[in-house]
């Protein structure tokens, strides 16, 4: 069974910085991909970054160049570098994780504030 544990949210200033860590388990070897959504109260669930298990990236538009998307496969974790926060980047994070050709596993979420 796959589970995956965020954490790593909290509440800190515009311009501040933020590291969110997951980690998980019973996940399968092979081609996978990883990510981080987002939810925002009122609005619809949203991708903010993905990496492959080879290490290939990608990022939502309101994240480029701020946050940073990284995994360590020996450990089972990814992690999402986030700098440069706005209030907008207020929200629930969840990490997910996509084996090849299966489906979305998703983890509890943590939240993150971004005050003004």
């Known amino acids: 069974q796959v589970q995956l544990v965020e954490s790593g949210g909290g509440v800190v200033q515009a311009g501040g910085s933020l590291r969110l860590s997951c980690v998980s388990s019973?996940?399968?070897?092979?081609?996978?991909?990883m990510g981080w959504y987002r939810q925002a109260p009122g609005k619809q669930r949203e991708s903010v970054a993905t990496?492959?298990?080879?290490?290939?990236?990608n990022y939502a538009d309101s994240a480029r160049g701020r946050f940073i998307i990284s995994r360590d496969n020996a450990k089972n974790t990814v992690f999402l570098q986030m700098n440069s926060l706005k209030p907008e980047d207020t929200a629930v994070y969840y990490c997910?994780?996509?084996?090849?050709?299966?489906?979305?596993?998703w983890g509890q979420g943590t939240q993150v504030t971004v005050s003004s």
């Open positions: 019973g996940t399968f070897f092979g081609v996978n991909v």
């Open positions: 990496i492959t298990s080879g290490g290939f990236t």
């Open positions: 997910t994780y996509r084996p090849a050709g299966g489906m979305n596993y």
